[in-house]
């Protein structure tokens, strides 16, 4: 068992418990189409759609479909480059194998809290699947989430920490913006 420390007051739960995590699907070639929605894989969170971006027009059901703000996590590949949480700022889209869609438990965490915690933890998925990597590749399974324990506080805490980091998130997008603006 993986106990995270916390200096704050409150409950401690199992990773797993704190949400629902849904792996993509497989796609194969004969999927694919010109049009239709992005199969999104773990270089399109990365780089956001490209030519090099498969498409398709099947439809694969509600568990697997992404829209804006779904936070998304990454669970195989390069430890150093693939592992990583994301909140999903593309268009809709249907999610590929290794990647886990994540909705929070709502009577336990928000889903706010659920991705600052999830993003605080990344050195930790990076320790674990680099303890695992095969053929270059690391992965953070299931069972690791089971294994893997946060203290989680009241709503209320959940809120106002949010609140601050929210803030600074918004301010490294405006300055990002800028920034982008800048080199075109």
Do not use: C
């Amino acid at each position: 068992m993986i106990r995270v420390k916390s200096d704050y007051q409150g409950i401690r739960y199992s990773l797993f418990d704190l949400a629902t995590w849904k792996n993509g699907l497989a796609f194969k070639k004969i999927d694919f189409s010109d049009k239709g929605l992005p199969v999104i894989k773990i270089a399109e969170l990365n780089n956001g759609i490209s030519s090099n971006t498969s498409f398709t027009q099947g439809d694969y059901g509600e568990e697997v479909f992404v829209q804006w703000d779904d936070l998304l996590f990454s669970w195989s590949g390069n430890p150093q480059t693939s592992i990583d949480v994301f909140r999903y700022r593309l268009p809709d889209g249907w999610l590929n194998q290794h990647i886990f869609k994540v909705t929070a438990n709502s009577e336990l965490v928000t889903k706010d809290f659920l991705y600052y915690t999830l993003k605080y933890l990344k050195p930790y998925f990076t320790q674990i699947a680099t303890n695992k990597q095969t053929t270059g590749l690391g992965h953070v399974t299931i069972a690791d989430l089971k294994r893997m324990s946060v203290v989680i506080p009241q709503k209320e805490i959940q809120e106002q920490i949010t609140s601050i980091l929210k803030a600074i998130d918004d301010k490294i997008e405006v300055n990002s913006n800028i920034n982008e603006n800048l080199a075109a």
